[in-house]
């Protein structure tokens, strides 16, 4: 009854929730999950309807000026086969995209700020945009650059921005980043509240599951994501890449079973307190079990993001270990309204299903 009467304070008072109330949903036994995730998918529907969005996902290069400890794409790792897409064939996949009536698409790429990878991520914006007359949503995760660029990008037609804090522990972020300028919290902080006065709709989120992090984190974490008051949000299982310095904790970090429950319950929760920001249902689940994605899409999740990339490249975007892949756009959408059935929710095709919370504030 106990945790009955916290999901019904947080719905009455629409989204506030104490550290202490959030931990212990995260802690819920079976019972009390299942209370939880019949509310969240109630919120969901009242909110934001029984419905999914897809981006499909392009992932332009996996040359990366940073090195995360955790990160399979990393500076530092040798065992990466590079590429860069050439800027007719992400033209090609962009086309695919519209042919497919896709609401929208997302430019992801490791990190660069040299003056050619600008103004190729800004050609590609720009065709994009004229090449869908505008109807074209367009999300890019590229990492941490100046307010300049983020503005030439804007203006360039791109309009959310997803710049992942990976933990909001600061202790345990600077546990997962090397100890230096370019891995700075602070500045992470400083980029997320550039991005919104650039106008973005802005995303972070957080990896599941990391060795050292307890549910107190993970709670203060989804209260973090409340406080800096982000539209969408793309979380979801840490899962260990060898190729990393983090390649030696796989005994220290939850099994598959328990990432995979965290990882429904923060979707579920970040639902319940922010009811009308978009939640993606990650690719990651997926790599764990078959089924996860789409019931993160049950307890919550309203946005999916099909990896679009060519194969070839698309084999040797390794964030982390058995990546999934799928060769070919139609399997995939196919696939996809398959899962969304099963789970009572409809694709939405030809639509951007931008962040309610954002249209409001």
């Known amino acids: 009854m106990h945790i009955q009467q916290i999901l019904n304070n947080i719905v009455k008072t629409q989204g506030n929730a104490s550290e202490q109330e959030i931990n212990e949903l995260l802690n819920a036994n079976e019972a009390d999950t299942k209370l939880l995730f019949a509310k969240s998918e109630e919120v969901k529907k009242q909110n934001v309807g029984n419905f999914v969005y897809l981006r499909g996902l392009i992932e332009l290069s996996n040359y990366c000026v940073k090195d995360c400890l955790y990160c399979g794409i990393r500076k530092s790792n040798t065992h990466v086969d590079r590429y860069i897409i050439d800027i007719k064939d992400v033209f090609k996949r962009i086309d695919l995209a519209i042919e497919n009536n896709y609401s929208s698409i997302v430019i992801q790429a490791g990190e660069r700020t040299d003056d050619v990878f600008i103004n190729t991520v800004t050609e590609i ?18 990492g941490e650059q100046t ?84 539209d969408m949000c793309g979380m979801g299982p840490y899962i260990i890449s060898q190729d990393t310095p983090m390649g030696i904790y796989e005994n220290e970090i939850p099994t598959d079973e328990k990432r995979i429950e965290l990882s429904l319950k923060m979707i579920a929760i970040l639902r319940l307190i922010m009811p009308k920001i978009n939640i993606a249902s990650t690719t990651a689940l997926q790599t764990l079990a078959e089924r996860a994605r789409e019931e993160g899409v049950r307890v919550g999740a309203n946005i999916l993001m099909p990896n ?44 951007w299903g931008d962040s309610l919370h954002f249209a409001e504030r």
């Not at 997320?192 to 984190?217: A, D, F, H, R, W």
């Not at 698309?314 to 059935?341: G, R």
């Open 125 to 142: 914006l720009e065709y994009a945009k004229q090449k869908s007359n505008g109807e074209l949503g367009i999300t890019i995760s590229l």
């Open 147 to 230: 307010k300049d660029v983020y503005q030439k990008w804007f203006n360039a037609g791109a309009h959310r921005y997803l710049l992942r804090i990976e933990s909001s522990d600061r202790d345990l972020f600077g546990s997962i980043h090397p100890k230096n300028q370019n891995h700075s919290y602070n500045t992470r902080l400083q980029k997320l509240n550039e991005l919104k006065e650039v106008g973005y709709q802005i995303g972070s989120g957080v990896m599941i599951g990391l060795p050292k992090q307890t549910t107190k984190i993970l709670a203060q974490d989804l209260l973090f994501l409340k406080n800096i008051d982000i």
């Open 308 to 351: 679009i990339t060519e194969f070839n490249n698309k084999k040797n975007y390794n964030l982390y270990k058995k990546k999934t892949t799928i060769t070919e756009i139609d399997d995939d959408l196919s696939s996809i309204n398959e899962q969304m059935n099963r789970v009572g929710n409809e694709v939405k095709l030809g639509m």
